[in-house]
């Protein structure tokens, strides 16, 4: 037997709860022809799986109650039944919150050399091909662009500034509290950071981009983006990642926080706001598989983590997303 987590309520409209998830033990299933089953070593956490619980993604299958949590992980293969994996290989995908899942060969991918097991939900997730796509495609850095982020000392954020560094930005951060101000400043090399929680936004984005803002990278929506869309330099581009903040309200309720009041902002900068949703942008997915490899082999890239243990803990260690707990990405160690 084996232990899962799987989906018992939908967290919508209000923050995630201990009742939302049910752990349960199921038989382990032997792989078929064309699948391998799995030892988990790592989960990896992303705030989508908030709103994949409440099926409000479109770009993942619907999620059943009693169903097994959807979630990105490391594992090692421990029994193949497909040519292309042999029992020791570690690989990811999309493996769910179980110890032991079986699951079709062609879902999971095996690691590169020199890319450690922990990394590779940071380096080939959500996480860091959002980030080089989302920079690279949607905000088109130029050297000597100003760039801002929000939420910059998460996951995704941490490697948008390091990237935007590369690409030759001078790059601002905005996180919660003065510990993730200084690991963007004192560890990744961000040329400023703002703690939100601590400081007044709008005075300090004028005191440290006095020129205004060139991209504008926003994971976290509500005050935040209305704030920086009133500092936008000539020609700004607004990339739309994330908006945490609205996560835990229902976009139907009359509770959801308004729009950014300065949107009006973007006519007198000629700015553009966009979109991106990584789904948009698989064939551009080896470019940024290479580009990550290559800067992480290279030692530019440095990927902070926040390691939880044991997978009981699997609940709580979604929430510490939506609470802030988190610096860099969120994983737990399973085995
Ligand atoms: N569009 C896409 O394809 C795509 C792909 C991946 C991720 N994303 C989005 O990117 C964003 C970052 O994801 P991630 O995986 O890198 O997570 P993350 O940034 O590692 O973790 C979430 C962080 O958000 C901040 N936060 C939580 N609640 C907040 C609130 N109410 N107001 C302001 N900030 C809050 C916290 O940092 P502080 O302590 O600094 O507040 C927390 O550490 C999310 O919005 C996610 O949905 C989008």
Same mark, same amino acid.
């Given at each position: ?140 850095? @130029?050297? %000597? /662009?100003? #760039?801002?982020?929000?939420? !910059?000392?998460? &996951?995704?954020?941490?490697? $948008?500034?390091?990237? =935007? ?54 994971? @976290?929506? %509500? /005050?935040? #983006?209305?704030?920086?869309? !009133?500092?936008? &330099?000539?020609?700004?581009? $607004?990339?739309?990642? =994330? ?59 440095? #990927? ?32």
């Amino acid at each position: 037997m084996q232990r899962q987590w799987v989906v018992a309520r939908r967290p919508s409209g209000r923050p995630l709860e201990d009742g939302d998830f049910e752990l349960v033990e199921a038989p382990v299933r032997a792989p078929r022809e064309g699948e391998v089953r799995l030892t988990t070593l790592y989960l990896g956490f992303d705030p989508a799986q908030k709103s994949w619980m409440e099926n409000l993604a479109t770009y993942v299958a619907p999620v059943e109650i009693g169903g097994v949590m959807p979630g990105l992980g490391v594992g090692v293969v421990a029994e193949s039944r497909a040519p292309a994996f042999v029992a020791g290989d570690i690989v990811w995908g999309m493996i769910g919150w179980e110890e032991q899942p079986t699951v079709p060969a062609a879902e999971v991918w095996k690691l590169p050399p020199e890319v450690p097991a922990s990394a590779a939900l940071s380096i080939f997730g959500a996480t860091g091909r959002t980030a080089y796509l989302s920079l690279m495609k949607v905000g088109k850095p @130029v050297a %000597g /662009d100003t #760039l801002v982020i929000s939420g !910059a000392a998460g &996951a995704t954020g941490s490697l $948008v500034g390091q990237i =935007g560094k590369i690409a030759g930005c001078r790059v601002i951060g905005i996180a919660g509290g003065p510990e993730k101000c200084a690991f963007l400043t004192d560890q990744l090399g961000f040329d400023a950071a703002i703690d939100y929680k601590n400081e007044k936004v709008r005075t300090r984005l004028r005191e440290l981009a006095p020129g205004g803002i060139d991209i504008f990278f926003d994971n @976290v929506g %509500g /005050d935040i #983006l209305n704030t920086a869309l !009133a500092q936008l &330099a000539l020609k700004a581009r $607004v990339v739309i990642c =994330g908006a945490i903040s609205r996560y835990n309200f229902d976009p139907r309720s009359p509770e959801m926080p308004e729009g950014p009041r300065n949107y009006f902002n973007v006519v007198f900068s000629g700015a553009t706001i966009q979109g991106f949703l990584m789904p948009q942008y698989e064939s551009d997915y080896p470019e940024a598989d290479r580009r990550l490899v290559g800067w992480l082999r290279a030692g530019r890239l440095i #990927l902070g983590e926040d390691v939880q243990v044991g997978f009981e803990n699997a609940p709580s260690t979604l929430r510490r997303l939506f609470e802030g707990r988190n610096i860099g990405k969120q994983l737990l160690k399973v085995a």
